[in-house]
């Protein structure tokens, strides 16, 4: 029997219904995902920039330097409406940590073990 040649196959395949086509090319992804040898992680998604193409490179850090700059110029106007947000929910001070807040609830009464606040969200949302 002489093997087909790739356009005989390919006529061949011509005639098969969509959903037979589909199911022909899902059953060759697999044969093929199988016949490869698997590759580490960390280099299955390489990034451009720790390729070999010198352009994808200069792409990638001219990208990067355009936002490091433009994240710099807005700086200012970020950080001040932060502080104009925290200042309209009547935020003020340093931050505390998980352990200081837990004693000031104590402190205040509240036990932190008490799922009070999850039940006051989950009833909002059945409102």
Do not use: C
């Amino acid at each position: 029997m002489v093997a087909p040649t790739l356009s005989q196959i390919e006529e061949l395949i011509g005639h098969l219904s969509y959903q037979e086509q589909l199911w022909l090319l899902e059953r060759l992804a697999q044969r093929l995902r199988r016949a490869l040898p698997p590759s580490p992680p960390a280099l299955q998604h390489q990034p451009a920039l720790l390729s070999d193409d010198p352009v994808a490179q200069a792409e990638l850090r001219a990208s990067g330097d355009r936002l490091l700059r433009e994240a710099e110029a807005q700086r200012a106007q970020t950080v001040r409406a932060w502080d104009e947000a925290m200042a309209a929910m009547g935020i003020s001070g340093q931050p505390i940590g998980a352990k200081a807040l837990r004693q000031m609830m104590i402190a205040e009464g509240i036990n932190p073990e008490d799922s009070e606040f999850s039940r006051g969200i989950i009833e909002m949302r059945e409102e």
